[in-house]
C-alpha cells in the first residue's frame, strides 16, 4: 500500500527495513482510541493507526518478541502483540497536549513509565507543563537504557514543595540530549531532577527558573539542590543553570565514582556545582558561573564550587561575583586526607571570601590560577584571601597570582594564606595590594606541622602591612624565599613565634619601607634576610 507508506515514511517513524519488512501490508486501519484497537478484532500483521495516541501506528502480531504494551488478549480470539512499529514513544501518545496550559502531568508521568529501552526523538518545541506532580505524589520516572532526544522541548513546573521530593528521575544506561527543565515558581526549585544508577549521558541541558530565586543568605539550609547525582560513570555535556539558587551537588549519602561535567554555565545563583557526599573521579571542564549580584548585604549566595573527592580536575573555570568562596574544595580535617588535585586556567572576579581555598588535600598542582577583589562587598577581613592553604601537603602553586584591580586595599586579606601545611612550593606567584599581607603562614590547626615552604619568584608590591607573617606557637620547619621582588610601605617580615623556625632566609629585590625585620617570638633563631639582588 504505497499510500500508507508514504505517510508513515514521512512523519520519520520508521527506518526503511521495518518498511520494507512489515508495514507493506493492505491490512491497515484507523481507530480512535487504544480501548478500541484492543477490543476489535484484527487480522494478524495488521497495521493499526490509533488517533488518539498522536497518530501512533502498531502492529497486531502473534511474535512473542517482547514489546512496549505487552500481552494484550485481542476480541478474546487469541493472544497477540501490539507494539510501536518504530519504537519512537511519544508523550502525545498518551494524551499530553504540549502546549504550556494543559496539564499533561499524568501523560507525562504514564509516558515516562513506558519509554524505558527505547530511543525517542520528541516533537521540536513542545511544553509540557506538570502542575500537579507534587500535588499527585507522583514522579516522572524514566527506566534504565532510555534515549531521547527532547529536541529542545521543555518540562514545565509550577509547584512549590518543601518536602525535597524528586519531580524527575532518570535511571542508569540512559542518553539525554536537549533536555529543558523549566520553573514558573518564585521560590525554590527543590530536587527538580534527581539521576540514580550508572552510565548516564545528558547533552544541552537547560534548568531555568523564570525569575530568580530568592537570595537570603543561609535561607536555604533546609533546601535540596535542583540537580542530585547518585551513581557512577555520568557524563554531562553542555549544562545550563539559570536563575536557580542550589545548582547541582552529589548525593551526600552515597560516594559517586567518575563524573565528567564539560561545559557547565551557571547564571545567578546561590550555591553552584557541590560534589558532598564525595564524588571520586571528577572532571570539571570548562565552567562559567554568575552569582545572582555583587555587593549585595548579606552576601548573595555561597560557594560556586565546592567539596572534596579523590582524582579531582578543575580546568578552564571563569567565577564571578560568588557570594562566599569561589572555589573551596574541603577534602577533610586531616593533613593530606585526600589525594590528588588538579586545577588550571582559573580565574576568579569579586568572591565573597576566599577566591580560591583548599583543605586536606595531598598532591596538588594549581597551574595559572588568577583571584581578584576578595570581599566583593567591602574591604577583606579574615578568611578572604586570594588563596587559603589548609591541612595540605605536596603543593604547588605555577603562575598564579592575586590582586586587586582598584588599588584599595582589597586584594584579599592575604595573598597567600598557608596554615598546618607542608612541602608547599609556590612558583611565579604575584600577590598585588592585599588588605594585611601578601604571604600568612601558621600552624594553628596543628602545631608544629608546617615545615619546607619553598617561595620562588614570588613579586609583591602595594602590600598594607607586611610581606610576609609567621605565626606559631609551636616548632616551625624551613621557609625559604628565592628570586623573590618586594616593594612597598609595610615591613618585610612579621615573626611571633615561641620557636624560631628552623631556617627562614629571604633572598631578593626587598624594598620596603618598614623595619626589614621584627620579631616579635620569644626565642631568636635562625633568620637569615639577605637583600641583596
Known amino acids: 500500500d504505497s499510500g500508507e507508506y508514504n505517510i508513515i515514511l514521512n512523519e520519520g517513524l520508521v527506518t526503511e527495513k521495518v518498511i520494507t519488512n512489515v508495514l507493506i501490508t493492505n491490512n491497515n486501519v484507523t481507530v480512535k482510541s487504544f480501548d478500541e484497537l484492543k477490543n476489535a478484532s484484527f487480522p494478524v500483521n495488521s497495521v493499526v493507526k490509533v488517533l488518539d495516541y498522536g497518530d501512533a501506528y502498531f502492529l497486531i502480531s502473534n511474535s512473542e518478541t517482547s514489546i512496549l504494551a505487552g500481552d494484550v488478549r485481542i476480541n478474546n480470539r487469541n493472544v497477540a502483540k501490539i507494539r510501536f512499529i518504530d519504537n519512537l514513544c511519544k508523550p502525545e501518545w498518551f494524551g499530553a497536549k504540549g502546549d504550556g496550559s494543559t496539564d499533561d502531568t499524568q501523560a507525562i508521568v504514564n509516558w515516562a513509565s513506558r519509554v524505558g529501552k527505547?530511543?525517542?526523538?520528541?516533537?521540536?518545541?513542545?511544553?509540557?507543563?506538570?502542575?500537579?506532580?507534587?500535588s499527585d505524589n507522583q514522579v516522572i520516572?524514566?527506566?534504565?537504557?532510555?534515549?531521547i532526544n527532547w529536541n529542545g522541548s521543555r518540562l514545565e513546573f509550577n509547584e512549590s514543595d518543601d518536602s525535597n521530593s524528586t519531580r524527575v528521575r532518570i535511571q542508569g544506561d540512559t542518553k539525554m540530549t536537549e533536555f529543558w527543565c523549566f520553573w514558573h515558581g518564585s521560590n525554590y526549585f527543590d530536587r527538580a531532577i534527581a539521576t540514580s544508577g550508572d552510565d548516564i549521558t545528558m547533552v544541552d541541558t537547560l534548568i531555568e527558573a523564570e525569575n530568580p530565586q530568592p537570595s537570603e543568605a543561609g535561607s536555604g539550609d533546609s533546601r535540596d539542590t535542583t540537580f542530585k547525582i547518585n551513581g557512577n560513570n555520568h557524563h554531562y555535556n553542555g549544562i545550563e543553570f539559570k536563575n536557580i539558587f542550589w545548582c547541582m551537588d552529589g548525593n551526600p549519602d552515597n560516594d559517586v565514582i567518575n563524573v565528567t561535567v564539560d561545559g557547565l554555565i551557571i547564571d545567578g545563583y546561590g550555591s553552584g556545582f557541590s560534589t558532598q557526599g564525595s564524588i571520586e573521579n571528577l572532571t570539571i571542564?570548562?565552567?562559567?558561573?554568575r552569582s545572582i549580584s555583587p555587593n549585595a548585604a548579606p552576601d548573595p549566595g555561597q560557594n560556586a564550587i565546592t567539596g572534596g573527592g579523590a582524582n579531582m580536575i578543575v580546568r578552564n573555570v571563569?567565577?564571578?561575583?560568588?557570594?562566599?568562596h569561589a572555589i573551596y574544595l574541603s577534602a577533610g580535617n586531616t593533613i593530606g586526607a585526600v589525594s590528588t588535585?588538579?586545577?588550571?586556567?582559573?580565574?576568579v572576579l569579586s568572591s565573597g571570601q576566599?577566591?580560591?581555598k583548599l583543605r586536606g588535600w595531598d598532591d596538588v598542582i594549581l597551574s595559572n590560577c588568577h583571584a581578584t577583589d576578595q570581599h566583593n562587598a567591602s574591604s577583606a577581613g579574615p578568611n578572604e584571601d586570594g588563596f587559603r592553604l589548609e591541612l595540605c601537603s605536596n603543593v604547588k602553586l605555577l603562575n598564579c597570582s592575586n590582586g586587586n584591580g582598584a588599588k584599595n586595599g582589597n586584594g584579599g586579606y592575604y595573598g597567600i594564606y598557608i596554615n598546618s601545611s607542608n612541602?608547599?612550593?609556590?612558583n611565579c606567584f604575584t600577590a598585588d595590594n592585599p588588605q594585611e599581607a601578601a604571604i600568612y603562614i601558621s600552624d594553628s590547626l596543628v602545631p608544629g606541622s608546617v615545615d619546607d615552604i619553598f617561595l620562588n619568584g614570588v613579586m609583591c608590591h602595594d602590600f598594607t602591612t607586611d610581606f610576609m607573617q609567621v605565626n606559631s606557637d609551636g616548632a616551625i620547619g624551613s621557609i625559604i624565599g628565592s628570586n623573590l621582588m618586594v616593594r612597598g610601605p609595610g615591613n618585610l617580615l612579621v615573626t611571633d613565634v615561641s620557636t624560631a623556625p628552623a631556617i627562614l632566609k629571604l633572598h631578593g629585590y626587598l624594598d620596603?619601607?618598614?623595619?626589614?625585620?621584627?620579631d616579635n617570638g620569644s626565642a631568636s633563631g635562625a633568620v637569615i634576610v639577605d637583600t641583596s639582588v
Request: aromatic share 4%; net charge negative.
Open 423 to 426: 612541602q608547599v612550593q609556590i
Open 318 to 324: 571563569s567565577v564571578e561575583d560568588s557570594g562566599e
Open 285 to 289: 571542564d570548562g565552567v562559567t558561573i
Open 341 to 347: 588535585l588538579r586545577m588550571s586556567n582559573v580565574g
Open 141 to 147: 520516572e524514566f527506566e534504565a537504557e532510555t534515549a
Open 354 to 356: 576566599c577566591g580560591i
Open 118 to 134: 527505547k530511543a525517542c526523538n520528541l516533537l521540536q518545541g513542545r511544553r509540557y507543563l506538570c502542575s500537579s506532580i507534587v
Open 512 to 518: 620596603v619601607s618598614g623595619s626589614d625585620l621584627v
